[in-house]
């Protein structure tokens, strides 16, 4: 369905119940459209999407805005795809811990039982949990430190014997002493995927999460017939849609591959609220889901882009709202992707929210926390 507003058309998915239903005001709601409607008139986003699902019912699903920005062109969709980003992060620690409960691997392993790499004195103490929490002291993601000349990501000779690179250098701390945001750390968390299951990375999510979640418009690899459904920002973006021939050489895809649409990254996220199934599917065991979502880090501090943060609450791979401030519910497991994608789960209010907010800014306030705002305090 198409509403006209003055600043830009509003298309609606198909929706199971209204707000009132399940509990949601839907003037509250309701005033997301005008929200993103501003910000895209004051060009800090190009377009907004969101998917608001309570008690397991979609209660709402819109878009607004321009499908590729570059270009200018097309509207976005409620089932437009969008590159994940980080949030492919949370696929892969779903992987690690579905290994875990298959009793292939423990969540505290020492990563050089695995990968030959890491038996040195200096990497010797990194477990998988350190991977996972992001305090392997392994270099952080370039520009975390907010320097002002980022090293290059791989240096000199490209991503080949990838693994000695990121290596490469001192520990920015020793494990377990602070977090430091490494997509690095990920890209190793997918190796010892590839290597313990017998099946590259991207099969293994492929086959064991993707398939039985039904998420049939997710991929690593998207085919060209679906390129002009793909959101777009900049140049970039449409070079990494031609740029998807992927060899054995370069690192898994585990930290920032996947591309998806909200009602796909929907049923991931209902998944792990329903402790582990959806549909009938049992992706996850209740206590894997436990063990995944919980509380891992106390009292640890993170540089965080210059946020000076002196407690990090992690789950493993996950973000938690842990601070009294914070409008969702403490407990609410997140992952943001740049660009900008996120996907929030509340186990205290039964409430998925999948929002895509694409922007040639790395980061706009308004469009996640003003956002956050808007939904939570729709709740009855």
């Known amino acids: 369905m198409n509403i006209l507003s003055n600043a830009c058309r509003v298309i609606e998915g198909p929706l199971g119940v209204t707000p009132e239903e399940v509990?949601?005001?839907?003037?509250?709601?309701?005033?997301?459209?005008?929200?993103?409607?501003?910000?895209?008139s004051q060009k800090k986003i190009q377009a907004a999407s969101y998917l608001v699902a309570h008690e397991g019912k979609i209660a709402a699903w819109r878009s607004m805005g321009t499908l590729h920005g570059r270009a200018g062109q097309g509207d976005l969709q409620p089932d437009s795809i969008r590159k994940l980003s980080s949030i492919t992060k949370a696929f892969t620690s779903v992987s690690i811990v579905k290994l875990i409960e298959d009793g292939k691997l423990y969540v505290d392993q020492p990563v050089a039982t695995i990968l030959e790499e890491f038996n040195n004195p200096m990497h010797q103490g990194i477990s998988l949990f350190?991977?996972?929490?992001?305090?392997s002291g392994i270099m952080p993601v370039t520009?975390?430190?907010?320097?002002?000349y980022?090293?290059?990501?791989?240096?000199?000779?490209?991503?080949?014997?990838?693994?000695?690179?990121?290596?490469?250098?001192p520990l920015v701390c020793q494990p377990g002493e602070a977090y430091n945001y490494s997509t690095v750390g990920f890209a190793l968390l997918g190796e010892i995927v590839t290597r313990v299951s017998g099946q590259r990375y991207e099969d293994y999510v492929q086959?064991?999460?993707?398939?039985?979640?039904?998420?049939?418009?997710?991929f690593f690899d998207i085919p060209a017939e679906l390129h002009s459904e793909v959101c777009t920002v900049d140049e970039r973006d449409v070079q990494q849609l031609s740029d998807q021939d992927w060899d054995e050489s370069l690192p898994p895809r585990s930290d920032s591959g996947l591309y998806s649409t909200l009602y796909d990254l929907w049923k991931f996220g209902q998944m792990l609220l329903n402790g582990g199934t959806f549909e009938g599917e049992r992706i996850l065991g209740r206590k894997s889901v436990e063990l995944l979502t919980r509380r891992h880090l106390f009292n640890i501090p993170a540089y965080h882009w210059g946020g000076m943060i002196k407690d990090k609450g992690h789950a493993l791979g996950l973000d938690l709202a842990i601070d009294h401030l914070s409008f969702e519910s403490q407990g609410t497991f997140q992952l943001e992707g740049g660009g900008r994608s996120a996907l929030f789960v509340d186990p205290v209010e039964k409430l998925v929210v999948v929002l895509f907010v694409p922007s040639v800014y790395s980061w706009v306030p308004e469009s996640v926390l003003g956002t956050k705002q808007i939904i939570w305090s729709s709740l009855m």
């Open 143 to 148: 520009g975390y430190y907010n320097e002002p």
């Open 150 to 169: 980022p090293r290059e990501w791989w240096g000199a000779g490209g991503m080949e014997n990838w693994i000695p690179k990121v290596l490469q250098g």
């Open 23 to 40: 509990g949601m005001d839907s003037r509250q709601l309701g005033k997301l459209d005008q929200h993103f409607q501003n910000l895209i």
């Open 207 to 218: 086959e064991h999460i993707l398939q039985p979640l039904g998420m049939d418009r997710t």
């Open 130 to 135: 350190h991977l996972l929490t992001h305090t």
